[in-house]
């Protein structure tokens, strides 16, 4: 039954396609409109002036003003209602800043005070400027820590403090003009290099030696590493065993239990927000007043110590351009820059593909690029928008980004009147705050997924992982990115061949090893190439197709010999001039085995190429070029059946493959 | 009538295929299968050993022997009238090989004999190993450039020859292990970003180099620069018109001339290959000749001087491998390494598709890296197959590589016994020999016809050349290389999508903007996306798809709104878990906008991965999944019409795009 039905429906439809359908070149363009087009799609792909087309003058000059700063956009409309929602969202996200600020400066080997100055400008600057309303911006902890290691390398911060902060300023102005500059060259394509998967392996990993570093506050060891490998950590812990002081290993414990109880909450809860954002500032509060009642820094258990008051000194007059040191510090502010603006970017998206709004990437990137550089002017560092505050910011009903200037005065105020409370502030606290944020980072549900579907991101994942962990951040980052590069480049160069059979009773033709109930056309051999053809594959396509060619030699010995090798080409996006040398090849090769080349649905770019190549009118003749797989074995059947009268079945015949 | 007919056959059509067929996953391979298929494709592609299948033991090593010795293949078959053939094609390229031979290591900077050393033991090795039957094995003009002038950069020939051409031996050493190590590992791909563009664009470079640095011997100029660049060269050029002798300049002209007619002969008819090959032979000995007897070299003719007489003195105790220059000397290993492997495989490539016999690539790499690793042993330089020679030992008629034999025993006896008739050929025929051989390798057909097929190509050609001629030869075909990579990457980064409509009268749906013809179905957005999605270019995507609806809404306003956005996926290849997520994301978006989103014919690869992360079953269900868009829309359609009743029309309507 079945059979007999498949075989009237694919008579049906041999007859119905036996009108060819032509293939037709794509209308003409000149060299320069395709390189228009070409430059719209790999700069201007969102079309960011669409808005201002048709516009009168006075409307383009209102447009382009609210497009450079979004606050003109915003701000005309902003009310008391508003204001109350960004007022509560403010505080607190400010709680949570105030210290993790302090706690982030001290990860990049900074002096405490200058997490507090980077929580204070940069908001007010992002709040004019950027376009996510709920990015809660300063610094972040994995572009502290690289900060802090990448500067390490050449200056000690305990040995040469005031030179150690210069750099930093100075990496801070150069990954903020890298930023600016991704944004208006609109290269922030680049950023997407760091895959999904390269920054989970990187987080964890960077989570991991964050968190081990702060086994020196949370120990109570007063000489440790500057390294930040995981075995010079380990070394550095164990063999100061004779420091470790139990009044901080209590202290420590204590808090991060606190610190992990709370977390725990508020992810159970997702209402009580307010409990892990509180926390950080509630532990703050308490182990400073304990140390002050107790006089805990007489027993061994370190405090951060008097802390200058004060709003942000400038320190343009810090930045250092010339010296040694230039070439690490561009470096740093690179690598620091990217890392920041990877953050930035991928919480802003988050939140305005949450909430239904769109953020500008190429803007962003200018936003926090220019944030960035009025920060190293002002005594900040690296800055951006975190993913844990701006999550407690969003949670807590933040609506626009006075949420930011909110927290911008409150840390003003802390800054002029509040900082001589922090003078008992105990450092483990600070560790144990740290080591709770970091924790977030590793997302192993992630990995686990990354592992269930693509075998190799979870090695370019792990890879980054354990070059963090073992070499260093910037090793482990860019090995990653290689390696996933690499994949890319090897796609193209071993490009997918797949034979396709017909699938009975239709005109439909699929890959053979997928669909098996699909079948081999007699006399046929149709190949689909998966990946544009170009220099890097030709000659792999060039062997593997002869090889699909001599396979089947010996496999239909006894049957009918083949005389068509039919190639899909509805995958081929592109041919480069290798690529039209290899279809000039692959006939001369085919036609010496008496086998006939058809190209079947080559894509307007090929189309037009192939036509630009084939002066002698080899290949683009309507007896080797159809529109669809279908179309061609039935036209090519028949005109094989009218030729040779040995072939009595034609493609009527329909074999059974497998 | 046309339209009439097409709206039954369309309605026949929706019919017919409203037997909706479902797509169907790939039958499960575990990890270590696809892993091993993968590896197989990447490093086997040609499938190497599969002659040995199912093969007696006995057989199986025979067959290993001819593998490794493709001699034994050929050898036992051999008779003499292949040898006269061989015998006659043997002189002949002798007689190009010993002038060539002395010529190019003076372009090397080495002494004239090391070039005939060169051509002697070479040769030998390659004819038990090489499997091409044409190719002629010999130093090149190219590579003995390229190895010069690095070399150059820190060593003077002039005022260290000792030292040169032990840094010129051990970078042989190196370039052939290199080579060999490359086919060893079967990562013969790498020379095919080489591509012929580049090869084209460098090859026009390096020979205006050469040709210009000639001007020395065939201005009679003796205090030349060392350096490569083209402003140097005409510099040492035009500041030396003092030292510029006219007796060297007239023969220089003469000998020029009658090289080039010769050359212009043979070019014109083929059948008198002869006159070209054996004109530079011609040249010498009547320039020695007339040298000798008008006493040339005291009127200001230079000369080569005493040659030494005997075959290859040992030279591996002339290895280096410690000091400073082990640098210099590993990174000309490679750069010579690569393009002189180019060149060999290229030429073995191009004679072997003539004569329709097969060479593997790889093998091939290990042939002429094991004769530069024994090259570099018995005083020999960088060697390779020759393209000039090797078309003028096909010419002559070579049928095996006892034709290698053949011209290596008379370079033999050359150096046996006649080196002292070369004492007094004068540099300037040699100069003019040179300028003969790399004019040919300006192509300029070939760049004509690359600007007319792809401009992109020919900027990475015209790349090439400007960076030979200004920066440096390796300098150029880094930028070019780089240049060609980053096009692919960028394909991948900023994919094609395109918008489909259906070609009247048929279930075909192709590109609007090519096929003219074809119309837009109303409440349909039918893309199609040419390249797998992967972490490079999800945002892009998402951006771009976002924009085509916005710009489909604002389109069709007053007609049916927008109810399904219809991804064919034929020519996604591939598939990573960035991709996914754009899936997830793009469908949460549409959702949102009341759109829904179809999945058409995703690949083997594709569907797998989808399945594996859809937990929730949210792709992958029957109905919005579709193994044509044919079928998609004929579904969807009259599911719609069931659905709604303000749409009467349905598929059937069906309005003109522009």
Redesign the interface.
Known sequence: METNNACTMHSHCIE??M?V?QV????HKS?LQ??KGRLK??FF???PLRQFKGQPLKRKLILGAQYVFPILQWGPKYNLKLFKSDLVSGLTIASLAIPQGISYAKLASLPPIVGLYSSFVPPLVYAVLGSSKDLAVGPVSIASLVMGSMLHQEVSPTTDPILFLQLAFTSTLFAGLFQALLGILRLG?II??L????LIGFMAGAAIIVSLQQLKSLLGITHFTNQMGLIPVMTSVFHNIHEWSWQTILMGICFLVLLLLARHVSIRKPKLFWVSAGAPLMCVIISTLLVFAIKAQNHGISVIGKLQEGINPPSWNMLLFHGSHLDLVMKTGLITGILSLTEGIAVGRTFA?LK?YKVD?NKEMMAIGFMNVVGSFTSCYVTTGAFSRSAVNNNAGAKTAVSNVVMSVTVMVTLLFLMPLFQYTPNVVLGAIIVTAVIGLIDLPAAC??W??????FVVMMTAFLGVLFISVQGGLALAVGL??LK?????????T?MLGK?P????Y??L????EAVRIPGFLILSI???I???????LN??TL?WIEEEEDNIKEQLSLRFLVLEM?????V???G??LFK?LK??LE?KGVELVLV?P??EV?E?LK??DEANDFIRADNLF??VGEAVASLSSAMKGQSSTITEGAHTIVSHN
């Open positions: 119905m396609s009108e359908h037709v070149p794509p209308p060299t395709k390189l799609e790999t792909p969102d079309d394509f997407d290099f895959s999904k998967a390269i593909a239904n990437g997924n990354i269930k579907i693509d075998k190799f991101d996933s590069t890319i480049l090897l796609q193209i160069t071993r490009p997918k797949v699938i009773g239709t005109d439909i699929r890959n090893d997928q669909y098996k998966e990946a544009p170009n220099f890097a594959n030709i000659t792999y062997e593997r090889r509805s995958a081929v996006s592109a480069d001039t290798s039209i040398s090849e001369a090769t010496k649905n894509l307007a189309i190429k630009k190549a529109l669809t």
